[in-house]
């Protein structure tokens, strides 16, 4: 039987998860593919790190370099993690020709452009399903599976960590400081936790998947962020008692075209969203991932898995071992190119465009004429009222009022709100969160 040998780099979690896979279910890939995958040379940070799954020593070296020039290494798996060493390690293998399997979504968002030029220019392929939602084959599926669809919106709920947090502050009323405090301790949530709860983890997945699903390079800073910092329990029970859930989405969704002949304009964001209980994605919870794509041939489809941990992204590694060691079996290495730009007047809408139905929250002093004030600043703007809860509270006394506001774009509401925090009667910044149905 045919063999190809991969030279990994990286042999920590996920590295050692995917030597133990290849280790477990080796033979069943070579029975499947008729070509036995063999992991040559492991390059890693310390030869004594401790690691979930151990790898014999003799497979070990701490140069890198030693295993992308190694001549028999075909392959070059790197699961680096971090921008720099990470992208040294893609293009020295892609400047030898060798292909790359990369779950580096961070490297990825920040030099796509120039890695996927490199693919073209040396003719070895770049492969990177596990870089989004972890065991979840949403990059196959998007590539492959719905290669035949123009792709009119996705929703992602793809960080974990944020995911786990939002649950857990809606199953238990808790705070967001006390859950993620807990999640460090258990190692759900990294220290520091930024990346995660910030929403840029969740937008490096959301700006690939919209670029393969719109056929354009979506550039990082044309991204609208919003982590889940502002999210309190507060919002949670109201969401709740409004009939919605909160959940970090990533959202593509295909804008009208504002000219006869201009090309696909997309919502690209990141940012806590109120979605409806009954919704699909409303039941997607802890640290579970889920992306829901909609097709227009194949209508609604939803993917579900774990997004993270050494195991689940192993599989995904696995998938791309599967592919690059069949395509240099058949001499197919541009089977499924790293990615075609093709859709060449795409652009990303300004989220001042994007409209939305809105959940606002406000601290006010509950005394007559307050409400008036507020409603007449929205309708001043355009924007209606759909429904309006306030506790019951004293005369005299700050409560917080809800607000929920029909559709409006960013920029129409975010003028409103500033008008409406600077009345006496507000008492602390307005807490505003999208509403999204999802259908
Ligand atoms: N930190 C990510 C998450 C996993 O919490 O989902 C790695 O992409």
Not at 170 to 199: C, H, M, N, R, S
Not at 246 to 275: C, M, N, W
Not at 344 to 349: D, E, F, H, K, L
Not at 361 to 369: E, I
């Amino acid at each position: 039987m045919q063999q190809i040998t991969f030279g990994m780099i990286g042999g920590g979690t996920v590295g050692s998860g995917v030597f133990h896979a290849l280790d477990r279910n080796g033979d069943l890939l070579a029975a499947r593919l008729g070509v036995r995958v063999r992991l040559a040379r492991i390059a890693v940070k310390a030869l004594d790190e401790p690691r979930p799954y151990p790898i014999p020593a003799a497979l070990l070296t701490t140069d890198w370099t030693a295993v992308v020039h190694d001549p028999q290494v075909q392959v070059v798996i790197e699961l680096v993690g971090g921008t720099s060493i990470a992208r040294k390690v893609v293009l020295a293998a892609l400047e030898l020709g060798k292909p790359v399997i990369t779950a580096n979504k961070a490297l990825l968002s920040a030099h796509g452009g120039e890695l996927f030029a490199a693919t073209r220019k040396h003719g070895a392929n770049l492969y990177y399903e596990a870089s989004v939602a972890g065991g979840i084959p949403i990059i196959k599926a998007l590539r492959e599976g719905f290669v035949g669809n123009r792709i009119t919106a996705l929703y992602g709920i793809v960080n974990g960590t944020c995911n786990y947090i939002l649950t857990r502050m809606q199953q238990e009323g808790a705070d967001f400081a006390e859950v993620l405090a807990d999640a460090q301790k258990q190692g759900y949530a990294e220290t520091p936790p930024d990346l995660d709860i910030d929403g840029c983890d969740a937008a490096h997945k959301t700006g690939l998947l919209a670029s393969l699903a719109h056929g354009f390079w979506v550039e990082p800073k044309r991204i609208y962020v919003e982590g889940i910092r502002h999210v309190s329990k507060l919002d949670l029970q109201f969401a709740r008692q409004l009939g919605y859930t909160i959940k970090l989405l990533g959202i593509v969704k295909t804008l009208a075209a504002p000219k006869a002949k201009a090309g696909a304009r997309i919502q690209v964001s990141v940012y806590p969203t109120l979605i409806p209980k009954a919704h699909v994605l409303a039941s997607v919870n802890g640290i579970f991932n889920a992306v829901f794509v909609r097709g227009d041939v194949v209508g609604d489809t939803l993917f579900y898995g774990r997004g993270a941990g050494k195991d689940a992204t192993a599989s995904a590694v696995l998938s791309d071992i599967a592919d690059a060691a069949l395509d240099l079996a058949h001499g197919t290495h541009g089977r499924v190119p790293a990615f075609v730009p093709h859709e060449r007047r795409g652009t990303v809408a300004p989220m001042d465009e994007v409209v939305s139905r809105y959940y606002v929250r406000l601290s006010v002093v509950d005394r007559p004429g307050v409400f008036a004030k507020v409603a007449s600043i929205l309708s001043g703007a355009g924007i209606g009222i759909s429904s309006i809860i306030q506790p019951e509270g004293h005369e005299g006394e700050t409560v917080p009022v809800i607000l929920m506001l029909h559709d409006a774009p960013n920029a129409a509401l975010q003028k409103a709100l500033a008008k409406i925090a600077k009345l006496p009667a507000v008492k602390a910044p307005p807490v505003m969160i999208r509403v999204e149905s999802c259908v």
